[in-house]
């Protein structure tokens, strides 16, 4: 099994290190990959209303088959303690490193457009 990371490729950071880019294409590359990051953000708020919500139904179902019992109560936060942290990482690994690594590449590259074309 293997967990898909989105990252900027070596040859994309070098690119725009090397200022490769025209200042045009780069607000286009930019414009492609802020679609790219909103659909990955849409995709997220989504997951992180419904998985939860699935999760309380899941917990309101064994409560009512066994009781509130401190056990019940444990596993219930230890479940939804667990999702926020998948969700936390899920966030990261698809939006957060790539953002992350394409603003310091266009920073370092293009300082007079410095935080201007941020993801």
Not at 40 to 62: D, Q
Request: aromatic residues 6%; hydrophobic residues 55%; contains cysteine.
């Amino acid at each position: 099994m293997h967990i898909y990371i989105n990252r900027l490729s070596a040859r994309e950071r070098s690119q725009l290190l090397e200022r490769r880019f025209t200042h045009e294409e780069l607000a286009e590359l930019h414009a492609a990959l802020l679609r790219g990051q909103r659909a990955r953000r849409r995709t997220l708020r989504i997951l992180a209303v419904a998985v939860p919500l699935g999760c309380l139904a899941l917990i309101g179902l064994m409560v009512s088959r066994a009781g509130l019992t401190p056990a019940v109560l444990i596993a219930g936060v230890a479940v939804l303690l667990m999702v926020a942290l998948a969700l936390a990482a899920a966030w990261f690994a698809a939006i957060g490193l790539y953002a992350r690594q394409f603003n310091d590449a266009i920073d370092e590259g293009y300082p007079e457009l410095l935080g201007r074309l941020h993801l």
